[in-house]
């Protein structure tokens, strides 16, 4: 059973989240989960064969769960680029009957995607596009475990992190171990572009976070600056999604036609990503940690500067003067979170996010399926149903 849903007890997804995501996959009929499902079981095939020790710590970190967004926007993606029709999935209203014929394994559209998938006519419903929802995922467990490292966390979703558990070495080997399988899974699709559209926001994840290595524990950080970083560091990723979903959508013949719908998914993409991490900034100082699984005002402890306290240094001369150095525990990074709140900067924040996914919605194409585009604004709510 995927993890995509239904992680509420491990203290890093919401009840109204939960519902988002699944309303989701209720309007995207019976082939939206199976395709979530064999993503699931395929991430942990992965992680699995990697062989002891790292295996173990591989497993732990992509089956701790998390609203699987990132896949969810690859397939998503790719059924909005291929269009509706006799290949497309089913229509909302055919939703029973899907779900009745491929538990059957009758349904017509998901076999013949099947048997045509070893010669490239039709991939999207089939392994290729699996392979593509699981390597983005990988690349983003790869980070996370990286991050850790580097933060010096000790928890990550609400249970020990990597490197808590067994040290800085077996986290770092963890995470490259993520990387590249990741690479090894896309590779496997034979697509140079597909390839060049996750490298590329790989390699904006290394320029974020060295952006971000640069600004710990600086005085002052402009806004234009601390954006850049987000749209590096997040937003990138979230990018590489819906462009992988738009290629693997199109047989390698037609992806000259794929690459404005492509552009324009994945300008879609990044507008929410970049909204997803400031929300996440919101709710490191507003917390708890049962909201968020790490300790509120972690990363005001390692030296990053935030939208808030950007927002709040504004506001408030003498949080002008704070260093972020000198904060010495939870409790110094707790009363500083206070402030910060106590300037009303946590509500400038969710409205600049809100106002991003407000813009993301407005430039879905029109040119979209007929409830493709309503599957895409679910998504983007989901980014920020957490922070109402």
């Known amino acids: 059973m995927m993890n995509t849903v239904g992680s509420t007890a491990q203290g890093y997804v919401t009840e109204d989240e ?15 989960r199976e395709l979530m499902v064999r993503t699931e079981e395929h991430l942990e095939r992965v992680a699995t064969e990697a062989g002891a020790p790292l295996a173990t710590h591989a497993t732990a970190t992509v089956l701790a769960g998390g609203k699987r967004l990132r896949p969810l926007l690859v397939v998503l993606a790719a059924t909005a680029a291929a269009g509706s029709g006799e290949d497309g999935w089913p229509a909302a209203e055919e939703d029973d009957r899907s779900r009745e014929t491929l538990a059957s394994g ?25 392979r593509a929802a699981v390597a983005v995922e990988l690349v983003h467990s790869a980070t996370l475990v990286h991050d850790d490292v580097i933060d010096g966390a000790q928890l990550r979703r609400g249970h020990p992190s990597v490197v808590a558990r067994a040290g800085r070495r077996a986290a770092i080997a963890t995470g490259d171990l993520l990387f590249s399988r990741a690479f090894a899974e896309l590779a496997y699709n034979g697509e140079v572009a597909q390839l060049r559209a996750l490298s590329d926001a790989s390699s904006a994840l290394a320029a974020g976070e060295l952006l971000q290595r640069e600004d710990a524990y600086a005085p002052k950080v402009a806004v234009e600056r601390y954006l850049r970083r987000c749209e590096l560091k997040t937003a990138a ?80 001369e003498g949080l002008a003067a704070v260093d972020l150095a000198a904060l010495t525990g939870p409790e110094q990074a707790g009363e500083l979170c206070d402030r910060i709140t106590a300037t009303g900067a946590l509500q400038e924040a969710r409205e600049r996010a809100l106002a991003l996914v407000a813009e993301a919605k407005a430039m879905l194409p029109a040119i979209l399926p007929n409830g493709r585009a309503a599957l895409l604004d679910l998504v983007a709510d989901a980014v920020v149903e957490r922070y109402r």
Request: net charge negative; aromatic share 4%.
């Open 18 to 32: 939960e519902d988002a995501v699944a309303e989701i996959m209720r309007r995207g009929g019976a082939e939206l």
């Open 106 to 130: 009758a349904n017509p559209r998901f076999d013949r995607s099947q048997e045509t998938l070893a010669s490239g006519e039709n991939p999207r419903f089939g392994q290729h596009l699996v």
């Open 237 to 316: 990723l979230f990018e590489a999604a819906c462009r992988l979903g738009a290629l693997v959508a199109h047989r390698p013949r037609d992806q000259g036609s794929a690459g404005a719908l492509a552009d324009a998914l994945g300008t879609f993409a990044r507008r929410i990503g970049l909204a997803f991490q400031l929300l996440d900034d919101v709710l490191d100082v507003s917390g708890p940690v049962e909201r968020t699984g790490k300790t509120r005002g972690a990363d005001l402890l390692d030296g990053t500067v935030t939208l808030p306290l950007i927002l709040a240094r504004e506001r408030e």
